[in-house]
Nanobody, 123 residues
Framework: VQLQASGGGLVPAGGSLRLSCTAS????????MGWFRQAPGKGREFVAA????????YYRDSVKGRFTISRDNAKNTVYLQMNSLKPEDTAVYYC?????????????????WGQGTLVTVSS
């Protein structure tokens, strides 16, 4: 499975961006999809995740109410709509897919990773 992330960019505080991540290859094995981010000088942290069915979604507390994760299985794509962006959201955002059941907030639970897309929020 190969993942291609896109949609990052430079936005002012309060702005919005939508990240996309499209998978190719053996996508029938995918169970969970997630987004992580890594700010300069910091470790990678969980942002949001969704099951393939879309029934369950998960968010870190600091993005609840501002970010929305969704997926389009027909397109093998997961999205992250980010609204009301803050300077502290600045990071490289990575998408990741997991095979089988998984613990969404843990990066080691994911089997495939995208290359990352940079989001910069100016104050």
């Amino acid at each position: 499975v190969q993942l291609q992330a896109s949609g990052g960019g430079l936005v002012p505080a309060g702005g919005s961006l939508r990240l996309s991540c499209t998978a190719s290859g053996r996508t029938f094995s995918i169970y969970g999809m997630g987004w992580f981010r890594q700010a300069p000088g910091k470790g990678r942290e969980f942002v949001a995740a969704i099951t393939r069915t879309g029934i369950n979604t998960y968010y870190r507390d600091s993005v609840k109410g501002r970010f929305t994760i969704s997926r389009d299985n027909a397109k093998n794509t997961v999205y992250l709509q980010m609204n009301s962006l803050k300077p502290e959201d600045t990071a490289v955002y990575y998408c990741a897919f997991a095979e089988g059941t998984w613990y969404p907030q843990m990066s080691k639970e994911y089997d495939y990773w995208g290359q990352g897309t940079l989001v910069t929020v100016s104050s």
